[in-house]
């Protein structure tokens, strides 16, 4: 299960065990673990706050937690070779830049792409997987799809990625199982 890659990119459908695996991941590494949380805090959302207090009670008291709702490259810019970072959402980060134009949603997700490409610290990014249904009916929707596919695509094909997909409490092995699409780019 343990890879020597430095980014494992993890994704699935809500609640199918994507974030459970990354934490045996990360867990697994001995390296110090800094979970990198993405999520912007809402007092007034019980629901979210509830779904919050389960993964902190899940992870090791010994893990550091790192709130980064915008600077997550900056995070992994000086995350040290000695730590493995659980950044856990790449879909909460995107949701909160889809207010950004198309030319500085690219800056900012190029950003994001060359700060995993030169970082010394391991990496373990958990991703939603959206698109496997109903086209979005709102522009807004279909714009969160579009970018968080195409973000996790990119991830996905870095050189030094290892992918899985969690669906039903199963983890696939993408890595093992295909190839990455950017070996047939024309």
């Known amino acids: ?6 980014i494992t990119l993890v994704t699935g459908a809500s609640s199918s065990g994507k974030s459970e695996f ?8 001995n390296k110090t673990v800094i979970y ?3 999520a912007k805090v809402d007092a007034n959302d019980r629901e979210w706050q509830t779904k919050i207090r389960q993964h902190q ?5 010994s893990w550091q937690t790192l709130e980064v709702s915008n600077q997550l490259s900056s995070a992994i810019d000086r995350a040290l070779s000695s730590e ?3 950044i856990d959402s790449l879909g909460t980060w995107v949701a909160n830049f889809l207010i950004l134009e198309s030319l500085d949603w690219k800056i900012m997700s190029d950003r994001l792409l060359e700060s995993l490409k030169m970082t010394k610290a391991t990496v373990i990014l958990v991703s939603e997987e959206t698109g496997w249904g109903v086209v979005p009916a709102y522009p807004m929707g279909r714009l969160f799809r579009d ?3 195409f973000l996790s695509r990119k991830i996905s094909n870095l050189a030094d990625t290892t992918a899985y997909l969690v669906v039903g409490g199963h983890i696939l092995n993408l890595s093992l199982l295909g190839e990455p699409l950017s070996n047939y780019e024309i």
């Open 84 to 86: 493995c970072l659980l």
């Open 57 to 61: 009670r899940r992870r090791p008291r």
């Open 36 to 38: 990198v949380a993405t």
């Open 147 to 149: 970018r968080l596919g």
């Open 22 to 29: 990354a934490e045996v991941l990360a867990a697994k590494t």
């Open 1 to 6: 299960m343990l890879n020597s890659k430095k």
